[in-house]
């Protein structure tokens, strides 16, 4: 039954092979069944997540336990170097030592040479201390049988304290004392030197230690190398779908990605002061972790391939390269990145065959495959070899008429041949007439020719054939080219002929066959040069939408953004044809629902969404002072009066004192100031049904008062409202004391910006009453300061 269960999960896996639950629960599944049964799903899970540290555990686990020692080995073969995890790697040891037990000294050197042999690996791991200290122990326990093997036995040790004690590890320190202990039992005057020449590799370990430690805490060693997703909360389902506590669902795919960044960026720094070899290995190591669990980002494999190259070594860079190309083989990207690296280094062959493995994938070929092989072709071995391949890649199914243009370009710019270059574009044409793009890179060409005959020919053929939805940017561009280099006849007879074509495309009504003073801009513009003025332009787009949509039911707050709207080539405003690419179908977006953002046209009810269902007039003004809200009528007193006693009285006294807002946002400086002359009150000093008097009658001149002066703000009781201090308190007293402070007895700030900010508002404050404000919360040096 289990066994049953698990080869349909197996089959509904299939369908995600990243679902980190689904995998979760086929190893469980694996735990219960028979090695036989389990070894399909183990290899398919390990087949997924080829670093992954519990299910090749769990894996070699399965075979350890039946003592199949041969299958064993065979795993751990697979294993260890996808997975530099120390886990696994002292599973690897506990192995070893159980199958030499019974060897004596043949055993012993063995076991002795896979702990070296691991420790060359991870032994650079901040969580590497009890490896060492296993390690140490084993040393000490193998026999001497003369004083010679003694010595050498105490040699070892040694070597392996020295090395152990300079790595920041989170045993660092008890290594440290192990290793004092051992030197004073060996012999203490040898012992003074040695200690004193390692102390300060020692201390500077422990240093870095506490720094390393930072950066290694904010990686989750739990997480599953699963694809980038761009969803933050889909990457938190399916990296972690059980740790509750790892990090918010959302953005744990960029955190996890920042962390390794960073955590990479302080190896590189070589805190340590080591050694370049040595620090070199911990790099490398680092990387190396990195990819147990961002296996499938191209660019940590390109930033390792690349540090490699620059360190020196070239054949671990290629073999970077590929190992990522086997783990990402569809990325294209990291081709071309092997390619340019064997390329720069002069190995031309080499990158050929790169070349020639990427377009001997059926799979994976593309267009762009076949341009950058021309390109490398035409580099590398010439004008004949280039143009051969380009023969045959026209004749494949996945050639478009990017490589026409290319192929075409690359022989007019870089072999000065115009009219092979030409026969190029006719030959496309045949075979892409239906393409907009192709057309517009055609006409482009012909007009580098300064052969404006046959750009017209051309841009007639193409509008002959092309269905009108598909023939918008032909048209613009014809229009363009015509406003440009023709005269006025052909000038307004493009433009006429246009409208004629496009009227009834659902891009532009009716009306567009009418002539506009859209025409007359289009027509004299140049480049960012208009005719006429921004508020002309904003209120020639508000009146073609008008005039585009008279026969719909719009509010007069739908109009479009005149600014942004205006598009040379809409009607008549041509635009700039480099900026984007045309696609064979241009989907515009309906302009019908664009709306013009205009502060005065906000209501009450955006700002309270309640506020029309309780009474209050959908079409009032915002707030701009408190006369206004004051003005409100008596029927609608009580909806407001719900609506402020859902607010805070501290929100309610601020909002009383706040000026007159003009445009989309307030003046921070000017609110800074009303914050910093305010006495805002606590919950407990302000009752929440006094609000609604308050705000009504406050005067309006207290809004745009910034005089510094408090005469305006005062409570009733004519004593100053009291701050209430929030975070954590460490006993009753101190927060007694805390909300019982004034804001004048409070010390400055030390925090420069706050300074900065507070000298800024004050110096408003000043600039609008012609002096310092004797009632200001500002008091002391700062207040001086302003005078």
């Excluded at 300079?166 to 192990?178: R, Y």
């Excluded at 920042?258 to 040595?278: T, V, Y």
């Excluded at 409202?721 to 007895?745: C, I, N, P, W, Y």
Aim: glycine residues 4%; contains cysteine.
């Amino acid at each position: 039954m289990a066994k049953k269960d698990a080869m349909m999960m197996m089959r509904d896996e299939s369908q995600d092979k990243y679902n980190v639950e689904a995998s979760d629960s086929l190893a469980s599944q694996a735990l219960v069944l028979p090695i036989s049964d389990a070894v399909p799903i183990y290899e398919q899970l390990v087949t997924t997540f080829p670093t992954s540290l519990k299910y090749w555990k769990q894996y070699v686990e399965a075979y350890m336990a039946i003592n199949n020692h041969d299958a064993t080995k065979l795993i751990f073969s697979r294993s260890l170097f996808n997975c530099l995890h120390i886990s696994l790697w002292r599973c690897y040891i506990r192995f070893i030592r159980k199958i030499n037990e019974n060897t004596a000294a043949e055993g012993q050197e063995e076991t002795r040479k896979a702990f070296d042999f691991m420790l060359n690996y991870v032994g650079t791991d901040i969580a590497s201390g009890p490896v060492w200290m296993e390690y140490i122990t084993f040393l000490k326990s193998m026999p001497a049988m003369n004083p010679q093997e003694e010595s050498q036995r105490m040699t070892l040790v040694r070597k392996a304290y020295q090395k152990a004690i300079v790595i920041p590890t989170h045993h660092v320190e008890q290594l440290w004392k192990d290793y004092e202990n051992f030197e004073n039992s060996v012999s203490r005057a040898l012992a003074k030197g040695l200690l004193s020449e390692y102390q300060p590799k020692y201390n500077s370990a422990k240093v870095v230690y506490r720094e390393r430690k930072k950066y290694v805490d904010e990686i989750e060693w739990n997480m599953l190398a699963v694809p980038p997703t761009g969803s933050y909360k889909a990457a938190y389902n399916r990296m972690v779908p059980r740790i509750e506590y790892a990090y918010p669902c959302t953005h744990l795919e960029e955190q996890q990605y920042m962390a390794w960044k960073r955590f990479l960026a302080f190896e590189k720094g070589n805190p340590q002061r080591i050694d370049s070899s040595s620090s070199n290995r911990r790099i490398a190591f680092t990387y190396e972790q990195c990819l147990m669990y961002l296996y499938h980002y191209p660019d940590i494999w390109y930033d390792y391939a690349t540090w490699q190259a620059k360190s020196g070594s070239i054949d671990s860079a290629i073999k970077v390269f590929q190992r990522a190309l086997k783990a990402l083989p569809d990325s294209e990207v990291l081709w071309y990145a092997y390619a340019e690296s064997e390329e720069s280094r002069g190995e031309i062959q080499s990158a050929k065959k790169i070349y020639e493995s990427l377009l001997g994938n059926n799979v994976s070929v593309t267009a762009l495959s076949h341009i950058q092989f021309i390109r490398f072709l035409r580099r590398t071995e010439g004008i004949e070899a280039a143009r051969k391949y380009f023969l045959d890649a026209r004749k494949t199914p996945n050639c478009t008429y990017h490589v026409y243009v290319a192929y075409a370009m690359m022989a007019f710019c870089l072999d000065k041949d115009p009219k092979v270059a030409h026969n190029v574009f006719e030959a496309g044409l045949k075979r892409f007439m239906h393409e907009p793009g192709y057309i517009l890179e055609y006409a482009d060409f012909l007009c580098r020719l300064n052969d404006d005959r046959n750009i017209r020919a051309l841009f007639e053929r193409a509008l002959s054939s092309l269905p009108p939805e598909e023939s918008v940017e032909v048209w613009k561009r014809f229009t363009e080219f015509e406003q440009t280099y023709g005269d006025l006849a052909s000038m307004l007879k493009v433009e006429q002929r246009r409208k004629e074509a496009l009227s009834w495309t659902g891009e532009e009504g009716a009306s567009a066959l009418e002539a506009s003073l859209h025409d007359v801009v289009s027509r004299y513009s140049f480049m960012d040069l208009w005719p006429c003025s921004p508020k002309d332009l904003d209120h020639l787009a508000q009146q073609e939408w008008l005039v585009k949509n008279i026969d719909k039911k719009s509010d007069k707050s739908t109009f479009p953004n005149g600014a942004n709207s205006i598009e040379k080539g809409s009607s008549g405003l041509t635009s700039n044809s480099k900026l984007s690419t045309p696609s064979t179908k241009v989907v515009y977006p309906d302009t019908s629902r664009m709306v013009v953002y205009d502060p005065r046209q906000k209501h009450v009810t955006e700002m309270l969404p309640n506020a029309a269902a309780d009474g209050l007039p959908s079409g009032s003004s915002s707030m701009k002072s408190t006369s206004n809200v004051a003005s409100v009528s008596s029927a609608t007193a009580k909806p407001l009066h719900e609506i402020l006693k859902l607010m805070p009285p501290a929100l309610v006294e601020f909002i009383t004192q706040l000026p007159a807002v003009e445009g989309p946002s307030p003046n921070v400086e000017i609110v800074l100031s009303v914050l910093l002359q305010s006495n805002i009150p606590t919950g407990q000093a302000v009752k929440v049904a006094a609000a609604p008097q308050q705000l009504a009658a406050a005067p309006s001149g207290s809004t745009s008062d910034l005089s510094g002066s408090n005469k305006s703000r005062q409570n009733p009781n004519e004593s100053s409202f009291k701050l209430s201090h929030t975070g954590k308190r460490k006993d009753v007293d101190r927060h007694e004391d805390d909300e019982t402070a004034t804001v004048q007895s409070r010390p400055l700030p030390r925090d420069a910006f706050m300074i900065r900010q507070i000298r800024k508002a004050r110096g408003v404050t000043s600039s609008q009453t012609g002096s310092a404000s004797g009632g200001s919360m500002i008091s002391g040096e700062l207040s001086g300061s302003t005078e």
